[in-house]
Every structure is written in structure tokens, then in C-alpha cells.
């Protein structure tokens, strides 16, 4: 695995782990807590962490990074994720993150400085893009977005003495 991979890769599970630490602290009663009317649910955040991280794996696996593409049925996957109990949930999440992880380890350098189609136009309707690199760098800091989604949609502050608890028991 290419160095700069395996650095996104940590800065990635930092914010998997603050995730997992998280969840593992809630009640499936709190899965359907959400900040404000209209804002997305604890289970909404978490099943689109899942189907981010399935979109990330086939962007990365694909010659040509189309993310318009890779997110086609993200829509649909992040639907019938949510539908899942918690258990399968967690699970999904789980094995989402490990697609991303043997898709990554399979990365060639070249790939890193190609260009990622964005499904968006710029003011003169040229297609947007950016490289591959700065993209996957972004999206290592996805979970740590919805932790604190997460965090808002329980209107409760995180208690870390909890959180240290539940990852001593956990080992």
C-alpha cells in the first residue's frame, strides 16, 4: 500500500473509531433522534456513512473516477440501509469501510493525481473536477462530520468518561 494511502487510511479510522465509540453508546430507541425537523436521524447519518464509503470503494476501483457515477444508486443503497435494524447496520458500515480499505491498498500513484468527475458544471457548463488525491482527502474526514451530526441530532452532550469506558470494556 502506497504511503500517502495508508496515511488517509489512519486519518480515516481516527474518525471511524470516534464514530464507532459513539454508536456504541446508544440505544437503538436513539437511532431515530434528529436535531430538527427536516435534518437527517442518527439511523439516516449513519446508513449514509455506509453508502458514502461503498461510493468511495467503486470511485477508487474505476479507471476513470466518474463520482457521478459511483453516486448513481448511492440514493438507493442509503434507503435500503436505513431500513436495516442496528445490528445489520453496524455490520454494513463495517464491511463498507472495508471495501474502501482493499479498494485503497490496490491504488496505483498515477491514480492519485487523476482527475475525479464531479457530478456538477461550473458557471460556462463545463463538468467540475478535481484530482483523486484531494478527493479522498476530503472524505477522510467524512465520519468526523457526523459524529457531530450525531452528536446534535441526541441534543446531549458526549460524555468521554462513558466513551473511554465503553472502549476499555470493548477490549
Same mark, same amino acid.
Given at each position: 500500500?502506497?504511503?500517502?494511502?495508508?496515511?488517509?487510511?489512519?486519518?480515516?479510522?481516527?474518525?471511524?473509531?470516534?464514530?464507532?465509540?459513539?454508536?456504541?453508546?446508544?440505544?437503538?430507541?436513539?437511532?431515530?433522534?434528529?436535531?430538527?425537523?427536516?435534518e437527517? +436521524? /442518527?439511523?439516516?447519518?449513519v @446508513?449514509?456513512? =455506509?453508502?458514502?464509503? #461503498?461510493?468511495? %470503494?467503486? *470511485?477508487?476501483?474505476?479507471?476513470?473516477?466518474?463520482?457521478?457515477?459511483?453516486?448513481?444508486?448511492?440514493?438507493?443503497?442509503?434507503?435500503?440501509?436505513?431500513?436495516?435494524?442496528?445490528?445489520?447496520?453496524?455490520?454494513?458500515?463495517?464491511?463498507?469501510?472495508? +471495501? /474502501?480499505?482493499?479498494a485503497? @491498498?490496490?491504488? =496505483?500513484?498515477?491514480? #492519485?493525481?487523476? %482527475?475525479? *468527475?464531479?457530478?456538477?458544471?461550473?458557471?460556462?457548463?463545463?463538468q467540475?473536477?478535481?484530482?483523486?488525491?484531494?478527493?479522498?482527502?476530503?472524505?477522510?474526514?467524512?465520519?468526523?462530520?457526523?459524529?457531530?451530526?450525531?452528536?446534535?441530532?441526541?441534543?446531549?452532550?458526549?460524555?468521554?468518561?462513558?466513551?473511554?469506558?465503553?472502549?476499555?470494556?470493548?477490549?
Amino acid at each position: 500500500m502506497l504511503p500517502e494511502i495508508a496515511t488517509l487510511l489512519a486519518r480515516a479510522e481516527t474518525g471511524r473509531f470516534m464514530l464507532d465509540e459513539l454508536l456504541s453508546v446508544l440505544d437503538e430507541k436513539d437511532y431515530d433522534s434528529r436535531p430538527f425537523e427536516g435534518e437527517w +436521524s /442518527v439511523r439516516e447519518a449513519v @446508513a449514509h456513512v =455506509a453508502s458514502a464509503d #461503498l461510493a468511495v %470503494a467503486q *470511485l477508487v476501483s474505476e479507471e476513470q473516477g466518474d463520482l457521478g457515477a459511483a453516486l448513481s444508486d448511492r440514493e438507493h443503497r442509503w434507503l435500503a440501509l436505513r431500513a436495516l435494524a442496528v445490528p445489520e447496520l453496524h455490520r454494513a458500515v463495517q464491511q463498507a469501510r472495508k +471495501s /474502501v480499505h482493499r479498494a485503497m @491498498a490496490a491504488l =496505483a500513484f498515477e491514480r #492519485l493525481g487523476g %482527475a475525479v *468527475l464531479l457530478p456538477a458544471s461550473d458557471a460556462w457548463g463545463r463538468q467540475r473536477a478535481m484530482d483523486l488525491r484531494s478527493y479522498l482527502a476530503s472524505w477522510a474526514m467524512h465520519d468526523l462530520e457526523h459524529v457531530e451530526q450525531i452528536r446534535d441530532a441526541l441534543r446531549a452532550p458526549l460524555n468521554p468518561a462513558l466513551v473511554a469506558l465503553s472502549a476499555r470494556l470493548r477490549q
